[in-house]
Structures are given as structure tokens and as C-alpha cells.
T-cell receptor
Framework: EDQVTQSPEALRLQEGESSSLNCSYT??????LFWYRQDPGKGPEFLFT???AGEEKEKERLKATLTKKESFLHITAPKPEDSATYLC????????????FGPGTRLSVLP | DTAVSQTPKYLVTQMGNDKSIKCEQN?????MYWYKQDSKKFLKIMFS???????INETVPNRFSPKSPDKAHLNLHINSLELGDSAVYFC???????????FGSGTRLTVV
């Protein structure tokens, strides 16, 4: 069965304190790994797609990387507006139902 | 312009009632989805649908049924609502099964 886990469950950072979020996956035939940001009361907002090990994507203070078993979302010098829940999801080798979300990491950035 | 919009945003109803949630996307995407986010914030697929194929997550009770009047709309009908149906329901769309999903803002359903 395809599984996605994320750690830590929650993370509190001071403004400017860089850190990384982890997404580990066990799937048969990864077709893509997706990072989303979700603010309270809103739907997930797409951030990145990674397709193969070694791939990296960047957007402002965020950088996503991918290995064969996990992905990291690096946050450099975060600001309070980066506070949100970060979700990763994997699209696995099958079709249709094989888009599995992890439980998310709740990030709080304190001023 | 909102890409994926769903209504209502909040829905409070009694057990046993039948309700519908509407979803529309203006992205021209071929595939639409319904997801359920429970109290632990897990997002789980309920249905994926394009104009050729409906794929149902086998764990979804048959009281839930998606209905698509056209490519841009996928509504969710729920019969005989139960307390356990309380959750946030998200509509989403994508160009194809391998592409990122664009999500609506969610409908918080509370069954009392």
C-alpha cells in the first residue's frame, strides 16, 4: 500500500531561523511528488512538483528536493507569513486513486 | 477570477437529510475530484472523474454520489447524512491524472 509520512508534525521557528520539513514515501512507481501549502480555512495551494531523484525546485524562500525515498522542503530565513500547513502528496504508478497526501507539517514562524 | 469554486462554504444540517455541494472550474481541466479532509486534517480522495471515467474510492459509502452536468462542473450529492460525515470537503481539478490539483476553498459540513 502506498504510504506518505511527514515530519515533524508541527514546527515552530523564529523569524529568520531556517529549517527543513521532511516527506517520506513508500510507493510503487513514483510518477510525481507534490508540495502544497494550506492556510486555515482554505484549500491547498500548489507549490512544486518533483519527478525524479536529484531534482530541485525553488520559489522565494522555499526549496524542494527529492531523493528515491523522501523529499525535503527547505525554508530559508522564514517570515511570519510562511506560517501554514505544508502537505506533500505522491502520484504513484497506478491511475486515478494513487494520489496520496501525507498528514502535513504545521509550521509557525514567530516574529 | 476563482479557478475552482465551490458552494456553499458552510453547511449545517440534521442527520438523515440529503444535501448537495456544487463545484465549478474555469481552467478547462479534463479531470475533477472530490476530497474529504477529516478532523485530523488528512486529505483523502473520494472520487476522480473526467468525461469518460468515474473512479470511486472503495471506502466511500454509496450515500455519496458525484454528478457532472458538464466538463466544468462536478457536484457532490450526499444522502441520509450521518454524524461521521462531518468534515471539510474539497473540490479539485487537474489537466490530467499526473498533474497538480487546483483546489477550491472547501465546504465545511457539520451534521447535527
Amino acid at each position: 500500500e502506498d504510504q506518505v509520512t511527514q515530519s515533524p508534525e508541527a514546527l515552530r521557528l523564529q523569524e529568520g531561523e531556517s529549517s527543513s520539513l521532511n516527506c517520506s514515501y513508500t510507493v510503487s512507481g513514483l510518477r510525481g511528488l507534490f508540495w502544497y501549502r494550506q492556510d486555515p480555512g482554505k484549500g491547498p495551494e500548489f507549490l512544486f512538483t518533483l519527478y525524479s531523484a536529484g531534482e530541485e525546485k525553488e520559489k522565494e524562500r522555499l526549496k524542494a528536493t527529492l531523493t528515491k525515498k523522501e523529499s525535503f522542503l527547505h525554508i530559508t530565513a522564514p517570515k511570519p507569513e510562511d506560517s501554514a500547513t505544508y502537505l506533500c502528496a505522491v502520484q504513484a504508478g497506478g491511475y486515478g486513486q494513487n494520489f496520496v497526501f501525507g498528514p502535513g507539517t504545521r509550521l509557525s514562524v514567530l516574529p | 477570477d476563482t479557478a475552482v469554486s465551490q458552494t456553499p462554504k458552510y453547511l449545517v444540517t440534521q442527520m438523515g437529510n440529503d444535501k448537495s455541494i456544487k463545484c465549478e472550474q474555469n481552467l478547462g481541466h479534463d479531470t475533477m475530484y472530490w476530497y474529504k479532509q477529516d478532523s485530523k486534517k488528512f486529505l483523502k480522495i473520494m472520487f476522480s472523474y473526467n468525461n469518460k471515467e468515474l473512479i470511486i474510492n472503495e471506502t466511500v459509502p454509496n450515500r455519496f454520489s458525484p454528478k457532472s452536468p458538464d466538463k466544468a462542473h462536478l457536484n457532490l450529492h450526499i444522502n441520509s447524512l450521518e454524524l461521521g460525515d462531518s468534515a471539510v470537503y474539497f473540490c479539485a481539478s487537474s489537466q490530467d491524472q499526473d498533474s497538480q490539483r487546483g483546489f477550491g476553498s472547501g465546504t465545511r459540513l457539520t451534521v447535527v
